[in-house]
């Protein structure tokens, strides 16, 4: 892999468009009105302020810079990040979704910054996702960008649209897992990520 490829690779995912928090703001405030709720008074006036600033933090996930090392060492063991919290926002109810993410990989040529597995974490988390989707990404990015020779990620998370609405189950959990490379076709590593990973 040429130096050039390799820059591209590690490249952090493009911004997502602003937020338009006029629009969010009237939005909200016409989504008020409509449930019978007084817009106009006193606590509530401010309310469609603060409600798309806090959307708009959500929604927006932070840029940073992808630091990488030579594995000088040939360093051939897992590299985990485990319980790392996470927050996101159900796609399909706009209510949140939140647990932890354990991340590990395999090191090829090069090792990751520790931190940026936690950055990776957030930069997918901070959007309309699916628990699905989100794990399969983070996955992607360290398996595309870092090119090591496997990749496992589990996340498990707690859902408010199933414990405070339909269901109302409080406290069951869901979890999701992405394996690539080597920790998905071999069954010895696979076994070895996924005892890693477990709660202790």
Known sequence: MTTAELARRLEAVPSVPGVDLGRAERATRELLTALGADVESESLRDTPRRVAATYAELLTPQPFAVTTFPNDEAYDEFVIARSI?????????????????????????????????????????????????????????????????????????????????????????????ALRGLVRDDERTRQEFLALTRDR
């Open 85 to 177: 919290p996470f927050h996101s926002l159900c796609e399909h109810h706009l209510l949140p979704f939140h647990g932890v993410a354990h991340v590990a990989y395999l090191p090829g040529e090069r090792i990751l910054g520790l931190s940026k597995l936690a950055r990776v974490v957030d930069l997918f988390a901070r959007g309309l996702q699916v628990q699905e989707r989100l794990t399969t990404q983070v996955a992607d990015w360290v398996n595309e960008r870092l090119a090591p020779k496997g990749v496992g990620v589990v996340l498990e998370a707690e859902h408010l649209c199933m414990t405070i609405r339909g269901v109302q189950k409080p406290g069951a959990v869901t979890v999701t897992s």
